[in-house]
């Protein structure tokens, strides 16, 4: 998931001629097998300004370690205001943190809002059987943002084998991963009137 979620991250901010010298913020520096990686892979294509943001001081810690960001801070996606300015990022990703029982679909007008105009908000979630009535009203967010125009889609890739199934309910005959899909938004430049 972090390879294929880099991979076409990758490929819209170079269509879109973003500089791999700008800043990037991962939001949620929780997973190791999914921010970190991410992370690492972004690293791989040339980006390498990040700042990283979380809500455990002890993932903070773990994170410091990797030597991957150049600003780390704690806060609780979804519950409070972003600790950045307005207008600030090129890019801000959140990789396996948008799901059932962890970021509230309200974190989204945050990532919109700390993203500079033109820049790229990277999301990903999963679309297995216990997250779907979460995915719709995250997609359902999605598209009331983009109604307001605050922000286009760029592209929404499904991917059949996100990840390993942790419960057995959500294995099939056919596999044992789970589904999942990838969204690239670039926040709209506002029009002068």
Known sequence: MPIAAASLFRRCVVA?????????SDQRCRSPLHLFNFSFQLQRYGFNLFHGLDGS???????????????LKQSMLGQEQ?????????????VGALSDGQVPVSVIPELIRVTRPGGF??????????NLQYKAELEKEMVSLQSKILWEQVLVQEVEQ???????KEITQETDY????????????????
């Open 121 to 130: 908000v990277c999301m990903t979630t999963r679309s297995n059987i216990s």
């Open 82 to 94: 972003l600790p950045y300015h307005s207008d600030n990022y090129d890019a801000v990703i959140i």
């Open 162 to 168: 996100w990840e390993k199934a942790t419960s057995d």
């Open 16 to 24: 879109g001629e973003l500089s791999h010298r700008r800043l990037s």
């Open 57 to 71: 001081a002890g993932m903070l810690e773990i994170a410091k370690r990797k030597d991957l960001y150049l600003e």
């Open 178 to 193: 789970i589904p999942g899909v990838i969204y690239i938004f670039r926040k709209v430049t506002p029009s002068c009137h």
